[in-house]
């Protein structure tokens, strides 16, 4: 796959809260970004070999820049500390176009957005694109505490400041998170999208199931995920390349077929993205992957080779 690159520019760098610097990035030509809609990324190509995803946090009806904030996680695989070292203003960078995994359904009768630390940033795309075409929603915005979240003088200053609720650990009981009443009742119509950490989510998620809502009413879009390569080897045989492997415990599917000299598109490498998709032709996936849907997974005929393994003792892909 050869996806088109924008170069494009840093016009304006900001630390904001804790650790989250927050870009502006505009066209290196000067011409207009491509048109993107509310919950998509992009991914930077930090360095070669080096690519990560951001969701884009500027309003989708202002086409003349993109903005997304990254928090520096120390803990995290470099991305992150490298894009805080290194985008400076003036910086040029690659970038691909937006991609939506995590879209609005745009005829809800109300919509919840629910971001948790740095998981706010694709819902305040949503939520100027709900304001935009008037629609009833709220924006709820968790932290742990005021002094460490971005984006809050941003979110004071926007259109839609009437429907944005801050909700921090370390503040008054009485500003916390009451999910039950925020979710209010399943039965009417209420779409929910939520975004952040994963235990943020997870809790997010449950609350939403308790309270009846249905599957197709939950949106979450996963920004970080822990790869769990554990487990015994299995053997991979790619059909189209007449190649056999064997994925060695620990060892990824990725990394034993690029071993045999088969280079398979990626990204996120976390099994967040989708890119590294295959098809099963025969064998049992061990899914391990936040992309595929309930569904797609029991149907074992696609796989995400970044993340995840085999419960037979053999996987045949077409590739
Ligand atoms: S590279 Fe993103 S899911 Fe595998």
Same mark, same amino acid.
Request: proline residues 3%.
């Given at each position: 796959?050869?996806?088109?690159?924008?170069?494009?520019?840093?016009?304006?760098?900001?630390?904001? %809260?804790?650790?989250?610097?927050?870009?502006?990035?505009?066209?290196?030509?000067?011409?207009?970004?491509?048109?993107?809609?509310?919950?998509?990324?992009?991914?930077?190509?930090?360095?070669?070999?080096?690519?990560?995803?951001?969701?884009?946090?500027?309003?989708?009806?202002?086409?003349?820049?993109?903005?997304?904030?990254?928090?520096?996680?120390?803990?995290?695989?470099?991305?992150?500390?490298?894009? +805080?070292?290194?985008?400076?203003?003036?910086?040029?960078?690659?970038?691909?176009?937006?991609?939506?995994?995590?879209?609005?359904?745009?005829?809800?009768?109300?919509?919840?957005?629910?971001?948790?630390?740095?998981?706010?940033?694709? *819902?305040?795309? *949503?939520?100027?694109?709900? /304001?935009?075409?008037?629609?009833?929603?709220?924006?709820?915005?968790?932290?742990?505490?005021?002094?460490?979240?971005?984006?809050?003088?941003?979110?004071?200053?926007?259109?839609?400041?009437?429907?944005?609720?801050? +909700?921090?650990?370390?503040?008054?009981?009485?500003?916390?998170?009451?999910?039950?009443?925020?979710? %209010?009742?399943?039965?009417?119509?209420?779409?929910?999208?939520?975004?952040?950490?994963?235990?943020?989510?997870?809790?997010?998620?449950?609350?939403?199931?308790?309270?009846?809502?249905?599957?197709? +009413?939950?949106?979450?879009?996963?920004?970080?995920?822990?790869?769990?390569?554990?487990?015994? %080897?299995?053997?991979?045989?790619?059909?189209?390349?007449?190649?056999?492997?064997?994925?060695?415990?620990?060892?990824?599917?990725?990394?034993?077929?690029?071993?045999? %000299?088969?280079?398979?598109?990626?990204?996120?490498?976390?099994?967040?993205?989708?890119?590294? *998709?295959?098809?099963?032709?025969?064998?049992?996936?061990? /899914?391990?992957?936040?992309?595929?849907?309930?569904?797609?997974?029991?149907?074992?005929?696609?796989?995400?080779?970044?993340?995840?393994?085999?419960?037979?003792?053999?996987?045949?892909?077409?590739?």
């Amino acid at each position: 796959m050869n996806e088109e690159l924008l170069n494009v520019v840093v016009r304006k760098r900001e630390i904001q %809260g804790a650790d989250v610097v927050v870009l502006d990035l505009e066209r290196a030509d000067g011409a207009s970004l491509p048109a993107f809609e509310a919950g998509a990324h992009v991914d930077i190509h930090v360095a070669p070999g080096l690519v990560r995803q951001y969701s884009l946090c500027s309003d989708p009806g202002e086409a003349s820049v993109y903005r997304l904030g990254v928090l520096k996680d120390p803990a995290s695989r470099g991305g992150s500390v490298q894009i +805080h070292d290194a985008l400076h203003e003036g910086r040029e960078v690659q970038i691909s176009t937006p991609r939506n995994l995590f879209p609005l359904v745009r005829d809800a009768k109300r919509t919840i957005l629910l971001g948790g630390g740095i998981g706010i940033t694709p *819902m305040i795309a *949503m939520a100027h694109a709900l /304001h935009r075409q008037g629609a009833a929603f709220e924006l709820h915005y968790c932290g742990r505490s005021r002094s460490r979240s971005a984006f809050l003088g941003e979110l004071a200053r926007a259109p839609f400041a009437a429907c944005v609720v801050t +909700h921090f650990d370390d503040e008054a009981q009485a500003q916390r998170l009451n999910l039950p009443t925020v979710l %209010g009742d399943a039965s009417a119509g209420t779409h929910l999208y939520t975004c952040g950490p994963s235990g943020f989510m997870d809790w997010v998620i449950a609350g939403a199931r308790q309270q009846g809502y249905d599957e197709a +009413h939950i949106h979450k879009e996963y920004f970080q995920v822990e790869v769990d390569a554990s487990g015994g %080897g299995f053997e991979v045989f790619a059909a189209r390349s007449n190649k056999a492997v064997q994925v060695a415990e620990g060892q990824t599917i990725l990394d034993a077929l690029a071993q045999v %000299g088969i280079k398979i598109d990626i990204s996120c490498e976390q099994g967040v993205c989708g890119t590294c *998709m295959c098809e099963v032709l025969e064998g049992v996936p061990d /899914h391990r992957d936040v992309y595929l849907t309930d569904e797609e997974k029991a149907a074992n005929d696609q796989i995400l080779v970044c993340c995840s393994r085999a419960k037979t003792n053999k996987l045949v892909l077409d590739i």
